[in-house]
């Protein structure tokens, strides 16, 4: 079997890029950011599933250097892009056991100031099942990297257990509604019911919300209905390389 990668890129172990995914505003149209969405491209096995090459990293320390690794990637993008007058955000998904100590927070804080960007040019996505794990030590780690003024958003918001408490207890700017429930909710009422509360619980806390997995127009047109801030999915752009997104960009506009 292959063996987790590495923190370094290149040879025998394989790639490791990032991927972005552009997020649209949607009333406006507007791109109004992009999530990083890890991708391994193993030199016999071709693009690994991020999903099985995470399972495989959280087993051991390398997920931290996977993160540290995404992060670097990520505030460095963020800096080419302002150099060259592009004001996108970026959404980095974070480990469960990345939250545990303050290690990360330390090295966004380190990054940002490193490489002049600005803190609310960069969120972290953040899961339920993250939260579950050791939530105070979690909510110390947030609320370091919320005062620095780095954006967190609740992920796969829906799929976990204690969410209106998370909602309560968090300093959240995002809920991101999961895809599970965007994908369906065309076809199935029961599904748009559960997308269009939690839109209007999402907005009366006064937080954005995000819809993840649009891939129709149709979809499209309930969330604006909805009032949803922003979406993301194939109907506006698969997750591509960072020069791949400068050229959408420039087709988009
Ligand atoms: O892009 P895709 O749907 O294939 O990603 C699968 C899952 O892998 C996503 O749900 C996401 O949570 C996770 N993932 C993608 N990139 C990263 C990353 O950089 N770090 C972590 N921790 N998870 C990631
Ligand atoms: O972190 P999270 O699991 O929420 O990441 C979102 C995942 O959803 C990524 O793996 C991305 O590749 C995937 N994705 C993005 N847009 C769509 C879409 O329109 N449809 C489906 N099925 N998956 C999508
Ligand atoms: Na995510
Ligand atoms: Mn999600």
């Known amino acids: ?91 980095v998904n974070v480990s469960v056991r990345d939250l ?59 799929t976990g257990y204690s969410s209106l408490q998370h909602l309560r207890r968090l300093p959240l700017s995002e809920v991101k509604v999961d895809r599970s429930f965007v994908l369906g909710m065309a076809e199935d009422s029961d599904d748009a019911a559960i997308v269009r509360s939690t839109i209007e619980l999402a907005k009366a806390l006064g937080l954005r919300v995000v819809a993840e997995g649009v891939e129709d127009e149709r979809t499209w047109r309930m969330l604006h209905a909805a009032g949803c801030d922003a979406a993301q999915g194939w109907f506006y752009a698969r997750p591509m390389p960072a020069e791949e997104l400068v050229a959408w960009l420039a087709r988009y506009r």
Do not use: C, N
């Not at 016999?44 to 995404?70: C, F, K, N, Y």
């Not at 303050?102 to 600005?118: F, H, K, P, S």
């Open 1 to 91: 079997e292959a063996a987790p990668p590495g923190a370094e890129s290149g040879g025998a172990a394989g790639e490791i890029t990032m991927y972005y995914q552009p997020q649209i505003a949607i009333a406006t149209g507007e791109v109004v950011g992009v999530e990083a969405l890890l991708r391994w491209r193993h030199p016999r096995r071709g693009m690994v599933d991020p999903e099985e090459l995470i399972r495989v990293a959280e087993q051991s320390a390398v997920m931290r250097l996977l993160t540290r690794r995404v992060v670097d990637d990520v505030v460095e993008q963020l800096a080419k892009w302002s150099a060259t007058g592009l004001g996108l955000r970026a959404a």
């Open 100 to 158: 545990h100590t303050g290690e990360i927070a330390d090295q966004i804080a380190d990054r940002l100031t490193r490489y002049g960007v600005a803190p609310d040019r960069l969120q972290l996505e953040i899961t339920e099942g993250a939260l579950m794990a050791d939530p105070r030590r979690v909510l110390t780690t947030i609320t370091r990297l919320h005062r620095i003024g780095v954006g967190i958003a609740l992920d796969d918001f829906g």
